[in-house]
């Protein structure tokens, strides 16, 4: 399990992260539960945190509510981890879904999410990725398009939760794989985070960082050195997590944690010569966000009931 320190940052210097075994907003359950083990409803009853906030990302959904992608029923496995989630989370308030919602990018795929998000859809905040229109996704969640500039496209958002400030990244570039920000949003980062300093969380589709897959890695963020830049000027920024990979990683943007998450439909391996697909069943993160602190946990569905399939060569 991955946690952080306290919030208050130290002029000139990048915020100290807390140790494994940290003494300050632990989690009773943080000693023994490692990451992707899967947690007991009451253990997690008891964490007690500020606030929670799931992280869904990458279900690749299809207009065909029957249809599957590389035999995977799609739609099916988010509404079973969404399932999972509401029974083991004493409560969910924000849900924030990071991109490769719609495979088809239609927008009945659209109406498929909001459906199955409901009654948490009022607490969604959603980003593109590159699977995705932004137009079709635009239409179905308009409430949630905090956009930061009128002439640009790009949906973004910022949003408060108890002492933390959660902002969301478009790093869509339509027809690519791979992600950018961009100066513009970048900019409009800059100013989101030198508004009060408090904890904050990024959230976006493209990994900042090399995740080891020679394949992955030439479809990451492109322009993640600006990012580290802005991470630099605002040492409250305390994770930043992240989709498009389909599985668990935790690596490091400087001094900033940056958590990979599972696809709520089919995982990827840590390297292409390991196979098309990870054998393991879809799930989705938790952070668990405390005054001073957060941890974060995976959850996955008990078994890989509808293993994927590989494309025929
Ligand atoms: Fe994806
Ligand atoms: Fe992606």
């Known amino acids: 399990m991955l946690r952080g320190g306290r919030t208050t940052p130290q002029p000139g210097s990048l915020f100290p992260l807390e140790p494994e075994g940290g003494s ?11 990451v992707g083990v899967r947690i007991p409803k009451k253990l997690v009853a008891w964490t007690g945190a500020l606030a929670i906030v799931l992280q869904l990302t990458d279900p690749h959904l299809l207009e065909d509510p029957l249809a599957t992608l590389r035999g995977v029923p799609t739609r099916r496995t988010l509404v079973e981890v969404l399932a999972l989630a509401r029974a083991r989370l004493p409560r969910i308030d924000r849900v924030v879904l990071t991109g490769d919602l719609a495979h088809d990018e239609r927008p009945a795929s659209y109406l498929a999410l909001r459906q199955a998000l409901a009654p948490l859809a009022s ?6 990725g590159n699977h995705d229109d932004r137009a079709a996704l635009h239409r179905v969640f308009p409430a949630d398009a905090h956009g930061h500039d009128p002439d640009d496209p790009r ?12 902002v969301g990244l478009d790093s869509q570039i339509p027809g690519k794989d791979a992600g950018r920000l961009g100066p513009r949003q970048l900019a409009w980062l800059r100013a989101i985070l030198a508004r009060a300093p408090r904890p904050t969380a990024l959230f976006v589709h493209h990994p900042p960082v090399p995740t080891g897959h020679s394949v992955l890695d030439t479809m990451g963020l492109l322009d993640a050195d600006a990012l580290a830049a802005e ?3 605002a040492p409250w920024v305390r994770l930043v997590a992240h ?5 668990a990683t935790e690596h490091r943007l400087g001094v900033v944690p940056v958590l990979g998450t599972p696809s709520t439909a089919f995982q990827f391996p840590a390297r292409p010569e390991l196979g098309p697909f990870e054998p393991l069943p879809p799930g989705c993160r938790v952070l668990h ?8 946990e995976i959850l996955r569905l008990p078994g890989l009931r509808y293993p994927p399939v590989p494309r025929a060569s």
């Open 243 to 247: 989709g498009h990979i389909h599985r």
């Open 123 to 128: 607490r969604a905040r959603v980003l593109p």
């Open 155 to 166: 949906r973004c958002f910022v949003d408060e939760l108890e002492s933390w400030r959660l």
């Open 231 to 233: 991470l630099t000027r």
């Open 24 to 34: 300050q907003g632990v989690c009773p359950c943080s000693h023994v539960l490692p």
């Open 289 to 296: 966000l405390d005054a001073d602190g957060w941890h974060t």
